[in-house]
Each structure stands twice: as C-alpha cells, then as structure tokens.
C-alpha cells in the first residue's frame, strides 16, 4: 500500500495529555475510505513510524482524525506527535488498514481503557445508528484523563464511565452477565484490561466472540515449539520481487534479513502487534508469532508478519 501525503488541519485537546488531530490532503481530495477498527500508519517528521486507530466518521471522506495520548516514557512517537505536528504539518501516512473489524452481530459489548476508546468509539456510533443492542464500558485513571467522554456519556443507559480513582476498576464478570447469549465482545487498552476480559470471556456462555487491538505485544507465554519445527531454526526464505533468496538463522529474524537487500521494507513495532510488517506469502509453511492474525487467517498460510514470524518449513517464498 503506497503512502500518501497529509497536512495536520486542526488540533484539538480532548482530555488531560490527549489530544486529537485532524489531517486533510494538502489539495483537499478525497481519501480512501475506511470502517471501524482501522487504523493508519504514520511516519512522523523524525522518521518514526507509528499506528493509531482512526476515531473520526468513517462517512467524512475529506479528513483522517486520529486521537494521541502523550506518553513521556513511551517508544518517542506520542512525545513527537504532541511536541511537532501542528496544524499545517505534513505528515506521510500508509493505509487505511484494519484488522480489528466490526463484525455483524444482534449484541455488543465494548470496553475501553484509557487511550483504547479510540478505535470503540467509531464502533459505538456505527452500532447505535444502527439500532442495534450495545453497551460500552469505558474506564480511565480519572475523570480529566478520559477523551470523548461527553460523547460517550451521552448514550445514556448504553455507557458507563468508570474513573478508577473515584469508581474504582471495570467489573468485567458483573457486566459480561448483562449480556444476552451471542454478544460480540470488543476490547480495546492496557494490557492488564485484555488478560482480564479474555480470562472472563473464556467461561463466560453468553459471549459470542472476543475481539482485542493491543498497544503492545502480549505477555509472553512460555510454550515448547512442536516437533514439527525442530531443526528448521535455519531456513531460506525467497524474495520474489526481488530475485534474491536469504538464509535465516536462529540469531535473526526475516525482517532484519529482508532488511539487508530491501531496506526501505516497511516495520515498526518489531514485536508482532502493529501489522506494519504484514506480507503475502507466495509458498511454503509460516510459523506465526504475532497479536493479529486470526486462527483462520494463520490457518491459511496467505500472509504473516515477517518481525516475528519465522518458518515451519526449510523455504519460504514472499511477495517482496
């Protein structure tokens, strides 16, 4: 997917240390169209590239608006987007992509920590205009620190603002039992709040599907590789575009070898998370690793993330 040029129009404080920003092309045309859950990528003016979830309307055609909570210990691409991009800053952004979709469904539940409202909150309109069942569940460090807020408020008995210095945390057991039989669960924050809802959802009856988009990659679980993958630590791995063909050991990942003869290959997160990396797998075997794809989407072998994926068979062949 190329990358399109953007200009920063407005800039919007939201909440304590959120901000929102709005981006138009520079000659005001259309953009591409995009649903709820997606996202886009950014390279920001010192390089960095970083993905946020798109908060706007999906039906405004003309600007991308994005929501960036300020985070001075962070990875550096919060601190820049808050310090640097001002209205008229240009910025180079890829996508729309998404792979936190809203699938169709009779129920909803959706919780949100924090900075995670941002990809629930397109969610939340486009089910309630819809007229379906929902209920949002949107908790904060406190009131001051939690964005959009009024408009989520504003859906009366459907949402619920939990500021945990004054309400305490989410109770995730008492609102999963308000839900009818088949409720599509979207969660969206820190990491903790994932863990939690998946160990809630997995004896819960009533829930219907669960759906996560993570800030980071997941706490690491310790699992013994399958028998299948002992002595495949080294693989090659043909790049088609290219006409080369790399060799991979267990000290290096695909990326940091693609990187070698393709240098401008997209990637940022490097932990199996953002999607940046994601690439069509022509033939052979992935052995996925990463947060984002399906079981069916790993299941069919078409595509993988190439930071953190490696091989099951001895060759691989990628559409790079």
């Not at 039992?177 to 819960?204: I, K, N």
Request: charged residues 25%; hydrophobic residues 35%; glycine residues 12%.
């Amino acid at each position: 997917m190329p990358k399109i040029a953007l200009v920063a129009r407005s800039v919007r404080q939201e909440a304590d240390g959120v901000r929102s920003f709005r981006f138009e092309r520079p000659d005001g045309g259309a953009l591409d169209s995009w649903s709820p859950g997606a996202h886009l990528e950014f390279t920001l003016p010192s390089g960095l590239v970083r993905q946020y979830s798109l908060c706007g309307n999906p039906e405004d055609r003309c600007s991308y608006v994005v929501a960036v909570l300020d985070q001075p210990n962070g990875r550096g691409g919060s601190r820049e987007f808050h310090d640097r991009v001002t209205p008229g800053t240009m910025v180079s952004v890829r996508g729309p992509r998404n792979h936190f979709p809203l699938v169709d469904a009779d129920s909803y539940l959706f919780i949100a920590g924090g900075i995670g409202i941002t990809p629930i909150l397109p969610m939340v309109r486009s089910v309630a205009k819809a007229g379906k069942e929902f209920r949002t569940i949107y908790g904060g460090r406190a009131l001051d620190s939690m964005a959009f807020r009024d408009e989520i408020g504003g859906y009366a008995a459907a949402a619920i603002l939990i500021p945990e210095d004054t309400a305490g945390r989410i109770d995730i057991g008492g609102e999963l039992d308000r839900c009818p039989p088949g409720t599509q669960v979207y969660c969206c924050g820190p990491e903790s709040l994932l863990r939690a809802v998946q160990v809630a959802c997995a004896v819960d009856p009533r829930v219907g599907g669960l759906h996560f988009e993570r800030f980071g990659s997941a706490v690491p679980v310790v699992v013994e590789r399958p028998a299948s993958l002992v002595g495949h630590d080294t693989f090659e791995v043909e790049l088609a575009n290219t006409g080369v063909t790399i060799t991979v050991g267990g000290d290096s990942s695909i990326l940091d070898k693609v990187l070698e003869v393709v240098p401008g290959q997209p990637w940022s997160c490097r932990e199996g998370y953002c999607g940046t990396c994601e690439t069509k797998v022509i033939s052979g075997e992935p052995e996925h690793a990463d947060d984002i794809l399906s079981a069916e989407e790993r299941a069919s072998n078409t595509v993988m993330m190439i930071c953190v994926g490696r091989s099951r068979s001895r060759r691989l062949v990628l559409d790079i």
